[in-house]
């Protein structure tokens, strides 16, 4: 992880209205000099808007933008040092590789022969020497992909702002540019804000991951943070898969008990849980084991619906008495649970991560009303539905006054998505 | 395989049919090509061959001079609709504003109104604000029924535009006159080319709108056409027209052209 003292853009209470919708709600974010940032969240989330309100292509509706300390409202795109790569490449179509890559150039009235200098340097940076004549159309995904990249780089930006450019690419070419990608930050040393809605890409690319949901900033920290300690139950689903008990906490000595429909667990404690506390267990599905035996301080039982290989490892689906699923996984070669045996379930409890549920007990509330009258198809479309409207029912997560019921113990469906139940409840109302 | 299927009477069936659409769309041009080189002054039989009547033509002022003010009507209006028409349909897919969906709808109006309407309604306003009649009036008077299609060609230019690449240019550095002129209007080009030659062709042939707004010493070549096929068409006109239907196909022809190397070019591009 590049640590760097000072901040290259920073993003003070920044508040983003379109209309009705609050698409991104008061975000504070420091940018480190040098530093490979990605911005990650499901479609919806205002990570987009969020890197074009640096870029200039949109106005905050509130709040303060810092780019090298000095705020930047008043500055229009062009006259912003940062540059962006476009999803869509964005690439000038009657133009040729080399007058797109040198469009920057030429707008800050480069002498000739430095821009054609330049311009080969670009060009030989992303590995398109020869490219110069060829127009857009007549290259690929990949060579346009590396075109836009060489074009933003060209002035030598201090940031640059990358919005999903790996989005149009098949899946091997997107490995094979993510490491191109970081390569070249770690070459050129530009600050990369990277805007992505894939978990797997931001992981492997970033020095620090901020994880976006509904127009907030869920946790800003390095990747094996994000995973292995997830600030939110958004975060601990999002990335990665993970088994979400909820329960109440009550905290003994080094470790808490947590009470969940299904049994009693414990996990970690990390200090700061009161007694009764709502609160959710989190546990990775690597994590989870099992044996005939009860542990110490586990009371939990599932039944092994079906077993899945998958390549290296193999994915147990697992039926707990609450009704509710959960996940485990076993590397091939070691034990697998048989499939309709009952097994007696646990982790290390350093290895579970307890979040503070008030500022999600809206949703556990909306997920445990009882939808067995709707029908499966129902949920579909509710389902669909909500990534579309995501941004529009975002509020009551920040609300946090939740009634008393809400801190009820019943597990929440570890496959419901708290928006997605949210939205069914709207339906349902 | 289906062609080679085809029976032999289907063929000729289908050629004899073309033969016969080509025929009917194009005799009549061949008939005024042939009379204009016609000894006789009578268009009813072909007498001998010449080319008298390109002289006279060249001789007769009054058809030269509406000849030279219709090129002055149809460049002015062109010219005149191409910049209000595409400056309308970027402006107009730019940006969402009140009453955009009603400007859309009143685009259609003068295109869809009986000539005659708006010929009386554009005298009637000339007359009002005092404009005299003359090539100035016909000028606005075509300008207005043609600024419609070079909006909508070049609105169907825009549709498969990408915005981000205004964003890109900007991004880059480039301000907004930069992005106009350097992005915008090279990537509507073609539709603002297709709009000038809608528009200098509406107004070419335009008689009815010129006739209400024409003024003494304005009259257009089709106007003088017109007057004088009332006292028998001398072939001088047709001389004329054979220029013009030269001129046209020449334009065709090499549009076709450009085009057809366009798309090779793009062909070849393709991956």
Redesign the interface.
Known sequence: MLMASQAIVELKNVDKRYGENHVVKDLNLAINEGEFLSILGPSGCGKTTTLRMI?G?EQQSSGTILVEGEPVEDK???ERN???V???Y?????MTVFENVA??LK??RTARAEIRERVQEALALVQLEGFEK??P????GGQKQRVAIA??I??QPKVLLLDEPLGALDLKLRKQMQLELKRLQKRLGITFVYVTHDQEEALTMSDRIAVMHEGILDQLDAPSRIYDFPATRFVADFIGESNIFDGLASPQGKNIVVTTEAGRVLGQNSGGFEEGEQVQVSVRPEKLRFDSEAREGFDLEGTVRENIFVGTFIKSILLLSSGQEVVLTSLSGQAVPEEGRSYHLFWEPSDAVILHSRSQEIWSTIANVDLSGFSAEADASADAGSAETGGANAAPASAGAASASAASASATPAAASAPAAAHRQKARA | MAKSGQSLGARVRNTAFSALVYLFLYAPIAVIVLFSFNTSRRNIVFEGFTLDWYGVMAGNTQLMDSLVNTLIVASCSTLLSVIIGSLAAVGMYRYRFRGRAAIDALLYIPVVIPEVVLGIALLSVFSLANVPLGLLSMIIAHATFSIPFVVFTVRARLSGFDASTEEAAMDLGANRLQVFSRITVPLIAPGIGAGAMLAFTLSIDDIIISFFTTGATSMTFPLKVMEMVRSGVSPDVYALSTIIILVTFAVVVTSQAIRYRHQKGQEHTGT
């Open positions: 870029a292509f229009e795109p062009f940062v540059n962006t476009f999803q869509s964005a690439l000038f179509p009657h469009f920057g707008m800050k060829r127009y159309s007549q290259l690929s074009r933003a060209i002035n």
